[in-house]
Nanobody
C-alpha cells in the first residue's frame, strides 16, 4: 500500500521561500504521477504541480515560474520548492499520487482531485505580510 507523508510547511513572509517534502513509502508502480495540491478553508482543492514517472512536470498558472516540483527517485521523495511566496499561497498543501498511471503530467494536473488515489495528511503553509 502506497503511503505519502508531507513535511516542511510553516510560516513565512511574503517574498520568502519554503521547500515541502513528501516521502513515498510502499509499492510504487512503474508508471505514475505525483502531485502537490493545496486547499484553503472555504475553497476547492486545486492542483499546484505534477511530475510524472518520465520526469515531465506541469504547473498551475498561478505558480509557474515560482514553484518547482522534483523527485528523488532513489529515496522516493517528491519536493515542492516554493519561491517568491504570496499571501494567496497560504493553504494546506497535500501530496498525492495516481498510480498506476500512464498520463502525462500535463493531463494529470487537469484531473479532479478524486482521481488521485493516495493522499498525505497535509502540511500548512502560511504566508503573511
Amino acid at each position: 500500500q502506497l503511503e505519502l507523508k508531507e513535511s516542511g510547511g510553516g510560516s513565512v513572509q511574503v517574498g520568502g521561500s519554503l521547500r515541502l517534502s513528501c516521502v513515498v513509502s510502499g509499492y510504487m508502480f512503474a508508471s505514475y504521477c505525483l502531485g502537490w495540491f493545496r486547499q484553503d478553508p472555504g475553497k476547492e482543492r486545486e492542483g499546484v504541480a505534477v511530475i510524472d514517472s518520465d520526469g515531465d512536470t506541469a504547473y498551475a498558472d498561478s505558480v509557474k515560474g515560482r514553484f518547482t516540483i522534483s523527485e528523488d527517485k532513489d529515496n522516493k521523495i517528491v519536493y515542492l520548492e516554493m519561491k517568491r511566496l504570496k499571501a494567496e499561497d497560504t493553504a494546506v498543501y497535500y501530496c498525492a499520487a495516481t498510480a498506476p498511471s500512464t498520463l502525462s503530467a500535463t493531463r494529470a494536473l487537469g484531473l479532479p482531485p478524486h482521481e488521485f488515489n493516495r493522499w498525505g495528511q497535509g502540511t500548512q503553509v502560511t504566508v503573511s505580510s
